[in-house]
T-cell receptor, first 110, second 113 residues
Framework: KNEVEQSPQNLTAQEGEFITINCSYSVGISALHWLQQHPGGGIVSLFMLSSGKKKHGRLIATINIQEKHSSLHITASHPRDSAVYICAAYSGGGADGLTFGKGTHLIIQP | EADIYQTPRYLVIGTGKKITLECSQTMGHDKMYWYQQDPGMELHLIHYSYGVNSTEKGDLSSESTVSRIRTEHFPLTLESARPSHTSQYLC????????????FGSGTQLSVL
């Protein structure tokens, strides 16, 4: 069973700061998902990646398959980026092959 | 963007009641999932379906049941709710096995008194 660890658990930063959230996993995977969960529970998929790097607006996700590690970066952070960011690693074997981290609670102060 | 809907958004009920949490999607996805999430904890898969008349239990034991009679509809039922069932329930769809992203509903926060 894959073990997915995120760091930090909680992060408070000032508006405009560059943010990095880390995700490591224990078993080789075929895909890694980054999700955003806002207060109230709704979850939005930000990225799905299996290698390299993806960028969408101010968000950048990278993955290093050899090191079993992924990072989510937010440039020019804004209070509306405040949310819980969750990584989930898919190691195959069907629907139960997707393992979620506990999330990083990010607060961006104005 | 997401066309997946869950109702109710919040539900407070007494012990022993039967409840059904509704989930519908309009994207034509074959694969749908139910996850359970406790505060500050990771999502755990409790049920999934690969298509009509297909249902399977996930890695987290659950006393709930599901059905999939139509592609767009994947309801979850608790025959007799207990306080231990208090949690957030999230429905999702999408083919994670083929490297597609997941679409989530807004969740149902269930409180059993």
């Amino acid at each position: 069973k894959n073990e997915v660890e995120q760091s930090p658990q909680n992060l408070t930063a000032q508006e405009g700061e560059f943010i990095t959230i880390n995700c490591s996993y224990s078993v080789g995977i075929s895909a890694l998902h980054w999700l955003q969960q806002h207060p109230g529970g709704g979850i939005v998929s930000l990225f799905m990646l299996s290698s390299g790097k993806k960028k969408h607006g101010r968000l950048i996700a990278t993955i290093n398959i050899q090191e079993k590690h992924s990072s989510l970066h937010i440039t020019a952070s804004h209070p509306r980026d405040s949310a819980v960011y969750i990584c989930a690693a898919y190691s195959g074997g069907g629907a139960d092959g997707l393992t979620f981290g506990k999330g990083t609670h990010l607060i961006i102060q104005p | 963007e997401a066309d997946i809907y869950q109702t109710p958004r919040y539900l407070v009920i007494g012990t022993g009641k039967k409840i059904t949490l509704e989930c519908s999607q309009t994207m034509g996805h074959d694969k749908m999932y139910w996850y359970q999430q406790d505060p500050g904890m990771e999502l755990h898969l409790i049920h999934y379906s690969y298509g009509v008349n297909s249902t399977e239990k996930g890695d987290l034991s659950s006393e709930s049941t599901v059905s999939r009679i139509r592609t767009e509809h994947f309801p979850l039922t608790l025959e007799s709710a207990r306080p231990s069932h208090t949690s957030q329930y999230l429905c999702a769809s999408g083919n994670v096995m083929m490297g597609e992203k997941l679409f989530f509903g807004s969740g149902t926060q269930l409180s059993v008194l």
